[in-house]
């Protein structure tokens, strides 16, 4: 069986990162720092790296994304695209979360702990998902740079494709900060 082209990316914190693996090997990651603006940059990081390797997104045997925890509007960039492309493409699109990628890049004794908002971390305890202090972690494991954590996100989807799997999608620990207005709609004049 040949080995998968995979194009991996992650707009789950501030920053936009993506990867191009085939099978165990790395050919191109970049990663960028920014608070906002990964919707207007993503598609532009994919082209490019795509380009870096001289491939089109013919060639690419699966998408693998970011699914969280993290951010919720870079979640929900990061899945719409590659629930986006997967479809225009023909291709499965594997949602990975942030503890199966951190998981292949943490040191042995570390713990994986994802930075959350107000000095908090999202961290697995067991099979449940938590939000805790970072402060609690005993040894925490290095945050990543944003072009080593899309590399193993694509890295991490190598592992399972070519299975058929359901689309990605968002994986939060806790609810999002925005709500419905309580205030009743006003009237709509005839």
Known sequence: MTRPLILGFDTSAAHCAAALVRGDQ?????????????????MDLLQE??????VTWQDLSALAVGIGPGNFTGIRIGV????????????PAYGVTGFEARQRLAPEGTIVAIPAPRAMA?????ATAQIVPLASIAAPAPEPEPAALAQAIAAHASTVWPAQVAAP????????????ARDAAPTLLP
């Open 26 to 42: 790395t050919l191109v990651a970049r990663g960028e720092p920014m608070a906002k603006g990964q919707a207007e940059r993503l």
């Open 49 to 54: 790296v795509l380009a870096a390797e001289g």
């Open 80 to 91: 719409s695209a590659a629930r986006g492309l997967a479809l225009g493409l023909g291709i």
């Open 122 to 126: 999202y961290f697995m305890s067991g």
């Open 169 to 180: 999608a968002p994986y939060y620990v806790r609810p999002p900060d925005a709500a419905p």
